[in-house]
């Protein structure tokens, strides 16, 4: 008999398990269709000693000091800024845009202040700002758009800026300044042993019990528990019964090179050439030292694994149908980045189980 089920081993699942477990004392039952636990932040040693990440380059970063705590609980940390360029023109330019993007681009010698002006030159009004398109021409003009979001968005998605809410491409910052750094975060640091050392650590709990390579509705009628928590693709959950909710998939192409460095910064995107978006170089992230290096080309599929919610206008709608059903289910709760069709990142995953745990403990659910 179990208090609990959790559906899912990634950090909504592992995180609330962890919670139930060590602070309410229950009993609880965390099932993953998949073989191992830690869901998309799973990493592994691959056959040439190099970690790799399986679903792909997992940066963490947070501004959250409460989840940076919390998971501090289950691991140390290496300090880790993570560095993106992109080719575009034939050359590597700095991403997000900043100062020295925009004098690489337009052949300049700009200040800081002339950066700034020369946005405001090049930018153009927009009263409404509805979608994707619309926040970054609205900061930096038609040309850059063209150049580092169009093209990017288009493979990624298989649709245009235009076609996306405008938070999918205001994830990305423009800045006046030399700032470099992909994300501005307080807290940006790599788990030192890697990630699923962490998650085994968050489940360790003797409350816990882990059952791997089960899709959790094959053996939900031979268990007894009294509540769930399912952080799969909710779609899935109520059999698709409003139609598929669309997410985006991924094809993840590993290569190994016999040699200690493969490209100069942790991950390269493509905006314009080639199929695939970015690459990105282990290593960099985690510190590792060893002779040879192992890189990963991502390229986007409508077919796999669901891996990003679509934020854009239709879909919501269509998540909101599935999220009514939901709340009047009172002994199953939704999180994760599937089951609430969030585009989040792994710190609001962490900091969405955590509310979920301080309303359980309070006794509101
Ligand atoms: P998941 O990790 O997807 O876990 C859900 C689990 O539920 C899965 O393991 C799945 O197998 C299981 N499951 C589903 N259905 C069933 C079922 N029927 N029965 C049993 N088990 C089931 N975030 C960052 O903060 N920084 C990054 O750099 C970053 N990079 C990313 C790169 C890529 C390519 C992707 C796809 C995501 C990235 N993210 C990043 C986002 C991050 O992966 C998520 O925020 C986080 O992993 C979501 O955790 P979750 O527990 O909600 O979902
Ligand atoms: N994006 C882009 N060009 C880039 C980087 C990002 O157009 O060089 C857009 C693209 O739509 C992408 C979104 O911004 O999907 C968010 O980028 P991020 O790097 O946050 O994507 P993730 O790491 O979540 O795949």
Known sequence: MYDYIVVGAGFAGSVIAERLASQLNKKVLVVDKRNHIGGNAYDFYDENGILIHKYGPHIFHTNSEKVFNYLSNFTEWNYYEHRVLASVDGKLIPMPI????????????LSNDEVEDFFSKIKINIDKIENSKD????????????KIFKGYTKKQWDLYPEELNPSVCARIPIRFNDDDRYFSDKYQVMPKHGYSKMF????????????????????????????LIYTGPIDDFFDLSYGKLPYRSLKFKFE????????????????????????????HLTNQTAESTTIVREYSSSIGDPYYPIPREENDELYSKYKELSLKLKSVHFIGRLATYKYYNMDQVVAQALTLFEKIAKGDF
């Not at 926040?135 to 063209?146: A, P």
């Open 200 to 227: 085994e650590s968050l489940l360790s709990h003797p409350n816990i019990s882990i059952l791997l390579k089960e899709d959790y509705k094959k053996i939900i009628n031979d268990i007894k528990f009294n509540k």
């Open 256 to 283: 190994n090179y016999k040699k200690e460095i493969y490209q100069p910064v942790a991950t390269i995107n493509y905006p314009n050439s080639y199929d695939f978006t970015r690459v990105t170089e282990f290593k």
């Open 98 to 109: 900043n100062r020295l993007t925009v004098n690489s681009i337009f052949g300049l010698s």
């Open 135 to 146: 926040i970054i021409v609205s900061k930096i003009g038609i040309e850059l758009y063209e």
